[in-house]
């Protein structure tokens, strides 16, 4: 059976379009509130941005589900993990202070931040799922204990998941920085020749395995724990990972992590998926770079697998933006070509839907269901 997938383009010509009460008659359309319980906590995840970041979620349509939650009696939080990686993300102060400069404020949102995973990554909860790569996977403390959650994603490109959406918001995004690492370690990456020692590696590695050997950056292998931030940071893209048959791994791997915060929210969790500003990156990176293709939309749905694929489809339906990344490589611009293998030519990011159906968190198969 076809999943139903919500869906509102970005057009507005009076009031009641806004993009902000698209967000709200979504929730409605799409019947979130059956999945709140009154006087229960809702945990609401989403992804505050690294500093210097500004293609992440704006924080007043974060609000529109904070306000829907509320009239159906629950008690929203909005919540995200800390990072693996050295940023303005990294401890859970250092993140609270991030989000509020990004806009997450209380008095924007409507609704206290709960960093998940506590200050040091260190509240987490073994969840028991039985799978192909892992037994047990490591759930941020916050997001298990809440009630029911709203998982709301940036959807865009990434240096090695392909993309990210539902899936690897959850995957990434519900885990302490343990779990980030257990995830991301299936491949290191490695120094190219033309690296140009600008030590922006040396200084994101969250391992300390990069240090500088004969004018260059050296990737210490014994000490590298594969998280992918050097490749990210990267501004001259001489750092890229060994993947050969590791990537199967490791979406694997991910989308295995995305399961168990699923699995803890049974029948108690909804997606929506802003397809706009899909830019090359996360949100992760310290900028933005300019989006691939035009804004399109926001997706509402109760299954991961099908907005995922839902919001895949439409960015490839597009024509790439020539003033992007797309145009720079030259590949991938025209409309049904994808977008994502175009930028990321090493990544599998398709497997986390295929993946993800064979786990059982949903289906490929969906119904768009324009509003």
């Not at 509130?33 to 690294?50: C, D, N, Q, R, W």
């Not at 893209?237 to 929210?265: C, H, L, S």
């Not at 770079?289 to 749905?301: F, Q």
Request: proline share 4%.
């Amino acid at each position: 059976m076809k999943s139903k997938v919500y869906f509102f383009n970005m057009r507005a010509g009076k009031p009641s379009e806004s993009i902000s009460k698209k967000v709200a008659k979504l929730f409605d359309k799409a019947g979130f509130s059956e999945i709140v319980a009154p006087e229960k906590l809702t945990a609401i995840k989403i992804h505050f941005g690294e500093r210097g970041n500004n293609a992440f979620i704006n924080p007043i349509y974060a609000r529109q589900v904070v306000d829907k939650i509320k009239q159906s009696g629950g008690k929203p939080f909005l919540t995200d993990s800390n990072t693996l990686y050295k940023g303005s993300r990294a401890n859970g102060i250092d993140h609270l202070v991030t989000a509020v400069e990004n806009g997450f404020a209380y008095a924007v949102v409507n609704a206290p931040l709960v960093i998940s995973d506590g200050i040091y990554s260190k509240d987490s909860v073994d969840v028991h799922i039985g799978k192909k790569h892992f037994d047990t996977v490591k759930i941020s403390s916050a997001v298990y204990y809440a009630d029911s959650m709203m998982v709301l994603s940036h959807f865009k490109g990434h240096e090695t998941a392909g993309f990210g959406g539902a899936i690897k918001n959850m995957a990434m995004g519900c885990a302490p920085a343990a779990g980030k690492q257990q995830q991301h370690s299936t491949a290191k990456p490695k120094v190219g020749k033309d690296c140009k020692a600008c030590r922006m590696c040396i200084k994101s590695c969250p391992a300390d395995a990069i240090v500088m050997a004969d004018g260059a950056a050296y990737i210490q292998n014994e000490k590298c724990i594969g998280c992918g931030e050097c490749v990210s940071m990267c501004i001259y893209n001489v750092i890229r990972p060994q993947w050969g048959t590791a990537m199967d791994a490791f979406i694997e791997r991910m989308t295995e992590y995305a399961y168990g915060a699923w699995a803890t929210k049974k029948n108690k969790i909804a997606f929506m998926n802003f397809v706009m500003n899909v830019t090359p990156l996360c949100d992760c990176v310290p900028w933005s770079d300019a989006p691939i293709v035009p804004d399109i939309g926001i997706l509402a749905s109760f299954d991961p697998v099908a907005i995922d694929q839902a919001s895949y489809d439409l960015v490839n339906k597009q024509r790439g933006n020539a003033h992007s990344e797309i145009g720079d490589c030259g590949c991938g611009m025209e409309s049904g070509e994808d977008k994502f293998k175009a930028m990321h030519p090493d990544t599998k990011g398709e497997m986390q839907l295929s993946y993800g159906e064979e786990l059982g968190m949903g289906t490929m198969e969906y119904e768009l269901i324009e509003l």
